[in-house]
Structures are given as C-alpha cells and as structure tokens.
C-alpha cells in the first residue's frame, strides 16, 4: 500500500510538473512562440516591469532610469492605468515601451479564451486611453492556455516572456536577495522580469526598486547596456495608432472585473 500511495503521489508530482511546463514555465515553447531571451551574443539586457503602475515605485523607477538614461519595457494592468494615467504618460515621454499585461491580473480570468479576450481587449482599451496600441503581451502569471494565440492574434498582439528576478520577489526580501538572483542568471540578451506592482494592485515594492539600481550599477559595470523588447527580439512595440472612437472603448471606471458575471 506504501508502495503504490508513493507511487500515486510521484505521478501526481510529476503531472504537476508537467502541467506547469507545459502552461506557465517562462520557457516552454509547447503553445507557440514565447520569447524569453533575445539570440545575438551582444551583451545587452531588456528590464521589463510587471503589473504597475504603482506608486510611488513605479515613479522612482522611472526617476532612476531616466537618472541613467535607460529605456526599459513596462507590462501595466489596464486597470492600474487607468489609476495612474499620468505615470504611464510619463513612462512614454521617457521613452519607455509599455505592453499589454490583462486588465485585472485575475488568475481565473486567465483560464477561459471567453474571459482572456475580454481581458486583453479591455487592457488594450485602458492603454488606448494613454495614446498607444501595444503589439506587445506578457500573461499574467506567464499563464498560457490552448486559446491565448488565438486571442492575441485578434488584436495584433505577441507574447513575451522573460526570467522572473527572484522566485520570492513577491514577499519583498532583501534587494541585494532579489538583484544577485538577477545577476546569476544575467547573460547578453537576458529580458528580466521585476515587479513594480503587485497583480494590478498597490503594494510595497521598496525592494524591488532598490534591486533594479542594484542590477543597473552591476550589469553596467559589466559592460552591459539596456535595451526594450521589442529592441532585443526585434520586434514592433506598438500598431498602429488606436482607431476611430467606439472601436475600443474605455473599461467604465468602478467595474473591476472583466468578466460579466464576476
Ligand atoms: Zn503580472
């Protein structure tokens, strides 16, 4: 009975692990293109941030950059768009690419094609409002599901990936903690993923943002420069300009869910 429970339990494991690979490993390649890391051998590096903006982190990362002259690529919530119209315009005037990161980061609004394209339209719709079209997104979660490519090709729109920071970033330990994870796995052509945000919502990223200097002053030391996105894959960050109104039209404020019945 040991046997054959301990049995039951490795194959379970090993189902598990399969379905994470399968679905949400930041490299797995079984669902479609998913780039992680661009291929030249040039030592240059794309800085994404993930579910902002939210401040004041996402400013005194721009604040930064900008400090440094360094463009980076910025995956935003509609929803925390929409909070934080201004932060994004800024990112823009920056130079920054913003690309498309859902509306609501809501991990069961991820599950369904029904769902992920209200979703990715309405996270489209909330960026429209700042002036851009992104051709560019990353899931939430780096969830992909067998409809995700279908969706994505309705709206122009390619998936990205990338190598989390640090698996604990999400818990705010120590920035030398999070930037040496970023710096062992640092290689020309790397897209690392911090978090200036917290799934959409508001949330210390203290951490993270020291990190990000941390791994800037390092990597620069090293002889790295930074790049966007769509820079390392080669790739266009944006489409063409939002169409007439009413084509996509802004998510009314107050509504937090993308799904109808949510
Ligand atoms: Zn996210």
Request: positive net charge; glycine residues 10%.
């Amino acid at each position: 009975m040991v046997t054959a429970a301990a049995g039951a339990a490795a194959a379970a494991a090993a189902a598990a692990g399969a379905g994470y690979w399968f679905c949400m490993s930041p490299y797995s390649q079984a669902l479609g293109a998913f780039p992680y890391r661009g291929t030249g051998k040039e030592r240059v590096v794309a800085l994404t941030f993930d579910d902002g903006p939210n401040e004041p982190y996402t400013s005194q990362i721009a604040d930064f950059l900008a400090d440094r002259q360094i463009r980076a690529t910025f995956f935003q919530v509609g929803r925390a768009v929409l909070r934080y119209r201004e932060v994004s315009r800024r990112l823009l005037a920056d130079g920054h690419v913003i690309g498309n990161h859902s509306f609501t980061h809501e991990f069961t609004n991820c599950l369904s094609s029904r769902a992920l394209a209200d979703e990715v339209r309405m996270g489209q719709a909330a960026l429209a409002t700042i002036g851009v079209r992104p051709a560019l997104y990353r899931p939430p979660w780096l969830l992909r599901i067998p409809g995700l490519r279908g969706v994505l090709a309705e709206h122009g729109l390619r998936p990205v990936s990338g190598e989390f920071c640090h698996p604990l970033e999400v818990f705010q330990p120590r920035a030398r903690l999070i930037a040496n994870g970023v710096l062992a796995k640092a290689r020309p052509g790397s897209i690392v993923i911090f978090h200036d945000g917290h799934d959409g919502h508001e949330g210390n990223r203290a951490s993270t943002v020291a990190a990000a200097r941390i791994v800037v002053n390092q990597l620069t030391l090293d002889g790295y420069r930074f790049v966007t996105v769509d820079e390392l894959l080669g790739i266009p960050a944006y489409q063409a300009p939002p169409g007439p109104p009413g084509r996509e039209t802004p998510f009314p404020a107050g509504r937090r869910s993308a799904c109808p019945a949510a």
